[in-house]
């Protein structure tokens, strides 16, 4: 059973950079063909894909976030992060990881609220 768990600050101030990692456990992240994603909920809205890395570490950005996001991975910890700068209250949200192959997911972490606010 694969589990994946996010962790991270729960309150970023604005034009700070927002960091989380997801901790997997129960598979590796580095099996064959496996794309992990960052996927986010704002109050009241529906769910916004970030970006993912890949198995083999290639990395996806949503276009609209892309100059602020980073995804990178700790093959020793079986985690991946991600990294989202220049916060505004506008990037308040739950953020969940979550595993996805042939453009499926199959398994996700619970999410973790994330509230930007000086």
């Known amino acids: 059973q694969v589990q994946l768990q996010e962790s991270g600050p729960g309150l970023v101030k604005p034009s700070q950079t927002l960091s989380l990692t997801c901790t997997v456990s129960?598979?590796?992240?580095?099996?064959?063909?496996?794309?992990w994603s960052w996927i986010r909920q704002p109050p009241g809205k529906g769910l916004e894909w970030m970006g993912a890395?890949?198995?083999?570490?290639?990395?996806y950005y949503s276009p609209s976030l892309k100059s602020r996001t980073s995804i990178s991975r700790d093959t020793s910890k079986n985690q991946f992060t991600l990294q989202l700068s220049s916060v505004t209250p506008e990037d308040t949200a739950v953020y969940y990881c979550?595993?996805?192959?042939?453009?499926?997911?199959?398994?996700w972490g619970q999410g973790t609220q994330v509230t930007v606010s000086s």
């Open positions: 979550a595993r996805a192959k042939s453009g499926t997911y199959d398994y």
């Open positions: 129960g598979g590796s992240i580095t099996t064959s063909y496996y794309y």
């Open positions: 890395i890949t198995y083999s570490s290639s990395t």
